[in-house]
C-alpha cells in the first residue's frame, strides 16, 4: 500500500476528482479527512465508504470563508492526528468572459481557486513540520498552463496556483514538505457544465465540448480517476524528489 501510516487531507472531497482521491487514498492504506462544503454529499461519502470498509472523517466548511477555510485544516489535523499529505483541491470555473464583468463572481473564482490553496498552505505548514515533511498537492487545470478562450478568469487564477506551487516549494523545501500541481484537462465530472454551459443552451454546451475533446491527442476526456492517481502518486513516498511541478494530466492537450 502506497500511502500506509499516511494522514491525508482532500478539500472539494465529496464529488468528482477530490471523491476519487479520497477513495484511492483510503483504498492506500491512507487515513482520510474529507472537507466539503456540501453536508448531504459528504454523509453519503462516508457512508459509501464505510459499506467498502473504511473509516472516513468528514469536515463541512465553505472554503471560500478565511475563517472556516484556516479551521477546516486545523480540524483534520486535530482528527487525523496530523497532515502528511495535503490535496487542496477546491475551485471553480468562474465568469466567463471581462466584458461587463461581475466583479461579485470575479472575486469568489479568485477566493476558491487561488486564496484558499494559499490559506490552507499557509495552515498546514505546520503540521507537516511537526511531521518532519510532507506534501502539498494543488489543482490547478490545463488552463494554467496555457491560456483558455473559454475561461479566461478561471485560466488567470489557475496561472497563480502554478505560480504559488513553484514559489511554495522553494519556500518550503528546508521542512521536506514538496509541493506539487495537478493540471487536469476537461475532466467527466459535475463542474464540466461550468466550463462549456455557461450558456445554459445544451447545443451550446455540446459544441464546446466537441470542441475542447477535438484538441485532445488521446482523444477522450479527463477522468476523475485519471487525476486521483496523479495525486496519489504526489503525495507518495514514490515522489519524494518532485517538487515544483506543475503536472498535466491532459492526454496530450497542453503538449504543443
Ligand atoms: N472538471 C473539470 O473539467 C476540471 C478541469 C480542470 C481542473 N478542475 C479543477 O478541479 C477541481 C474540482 O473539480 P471537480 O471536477 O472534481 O469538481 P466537482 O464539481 O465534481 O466537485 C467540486 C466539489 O467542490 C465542492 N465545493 C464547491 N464549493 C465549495 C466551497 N466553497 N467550499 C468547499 N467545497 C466546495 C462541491 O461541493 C463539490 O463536492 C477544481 O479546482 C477545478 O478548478 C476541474
Redesign the pocket.
Known amino acids: 500500500m502506497r500511502l500506509a501510516n499516511k494522514l491525508a487531507a482532500v478539500?472539494?472531497a465529496?464529488?468528482?476528482?477530490?471523491r476519487a482521491g479520497v477513495e484511492l487514498f483510503l483504498k492506500e492504506g491512507a487515513k482520510v479527512a474529507a472537507i466539503?462544503?456540501?453536508a448531504d454529499?459528504l454523509a453519503q461519502l462516508k457512508s459509501d465508504m464505510k459499506k467498502l470498509g473504511y473509516e472516513l472523517t468528514t469536515i463541512q466548511?465553505?472554503?471560500?470563508k478565511t475563517e472556516q477555510m484556516k479551521s477546516s485544516i486545523n480540524d483534520a489535523a486535530a482528527a487525523l492526528g496530523g497532515i502528511d499529505i495535503l490535496w487542496a483541491?477546491?475551485?471553480?470555473p468562474g465568469p466567463a468572459g471581462v466584458e461587463n464583468l461581475d466583479l461579485t463572481a470575479y472575486e469568489f473564482a479568485m477566493t476558491?481557486?487561488v486564496t484558499s490553496a494559499t490559506l490552507a498552505a499557509g495552515e498546514v505548514i505546520k503540521h507537516m513540520r511537526k511531521r518532519g515533511g510532507g506534501s502539498v498537492i494543488f489543482?490547478s487545470?490545463?488552463s494554467g498552463i496555457v491560456g483558455s478562450m473559454m475561461s479566461p478568469i478561471y485560466s488567470a487564477a489557475k496561472f497563480a496556483v502554478v505560480g504559488l506551487t513553484k514559489s511554495l516549494a522553494q519556500a518550503f523545501a528546508p521542512d521536506q514538505v514538496r509541493v506539487n500541481v495537478i493540471c487536469?484537462?476537461?475532466?467527466d465530472?459535475?463542474?464540466?457544465l461550468g466550463?462549456t454551459g455557461r450558456s445554459g443552451v445544451a447545443a451550446e454546451a455540446a459544441a464546446n465540448e466537441a470542441k475542447l475533446l477535438a484538441a485532445v491527442p488521446m482523444g477522450r476526456l479527463?477522468k476523475?480517476e485519471d487525476v486521483a492517481h496523479a495525486a496519489l502518486w504526489l503525495g507518495s513516498d514514490d515522489a519524494s524528489f518532485i517538487t515544483g511541478v506543475a503536472l498535466p494530466v491532459d492526454g496530450g492537450f497542453t503538449a504543443r
Open positions: 478539500t472539494a465529496a464529488s468528482g476528482m477530490g466539503d462544503v456540501n454529499a466548511a465553505d472554503l471560500s483541491h477546491a475551485g471553480t476558491l481557486n489543482t487545470s490545463v487536469p484537462g476537461l475532466a465530472t459535475p463542474m464540466k466550463f479527463c476523475a
